[in-house]
């Protein structure tokens, strides 16, 4: 399914075949930001895993969107639901764009596509955790209608100090 563009950019559904692009983009952002969970190199190169992972979630029908530019993958957003019968209606959403492909939108986007991909699959909770100091992140999920529900203090330590987290969550419309 394609969900929108922006100039070139498609908003779509990863494939299997994206999994060597997709784990690039990881590994670059995982070197350039100190937002995302994993260090420099901890998520290692294995495309084959990669993909083994991404076919399991398809399979789930939980949601993987990339954005793309021509053959680059510059972004993704992806959202996983609970697994019992209890949470299955609520995902947990994890997204990152490479650097030149920020201030322009695709965020939003992004997450539109993953209410749009909620409402399908009948999930009514999306939540997510946030560097309490990423502004940007903030600015954006506020925008897009998730709600600050608490911290986790000293959640993660990076580059050795540590590092409150924000858990966010919105409550799709009609639930
Ligand atoms: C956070 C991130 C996904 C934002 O995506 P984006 O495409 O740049 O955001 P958008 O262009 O869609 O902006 C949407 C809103 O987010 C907020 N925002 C985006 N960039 C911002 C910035 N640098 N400073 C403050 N607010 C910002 C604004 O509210 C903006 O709305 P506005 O344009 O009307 O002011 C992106 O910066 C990114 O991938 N950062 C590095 C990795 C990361 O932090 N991932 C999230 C981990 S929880």
Request: proline residues 3%.
């Amino acid at each position: 399914m394609i969900f929108g563009h922006v100039d070139q950019l498609r908003i779509r559904d990863a494939e299997l075949s994206d999994a060597a692009a997709v784990l690039g983009m990881l590994n670059q952002l995982d070197e350039e930001t100190r937002f995302m969970m994993l260090e420099p190199g901890e998520r290692g190169l294995d495309v084959a895993r990669f993909a083994g992972w991404l076919a399991n979630l398809r399979l789930r029908q939980d949601c993987y969107l990339v954005a793309a530019e021509g053959d680059d993958v510059v972004g993704f957003a992806h959202a996983e639901r609970g697994t019992y019968r209890r949470n299955k209606h609520s995902a947990v959403v994890v997204m990152g764009l490479l650097p030149e492909a920020r201030g322009r939108g695709i965020g939003s986007q992004l997450l539109g596509a993953i209410d749009t991909w909620a409402q399908t699959v009948g999930v009514t909770r999306l939540e997510l955790t946030v560097m309490a100091h990423n502004l940007p992140a903030i600015g954006l999920y506020s925008k897009r209608g998730y709600a600050a529900e608490g911290v986790r203090r000293q959640s993660l330590i990076v580059d050795g100090l540590p590092v409150d987290e924000l858990v966010m969550a919105k409550i799709l419309p009609g639930s």
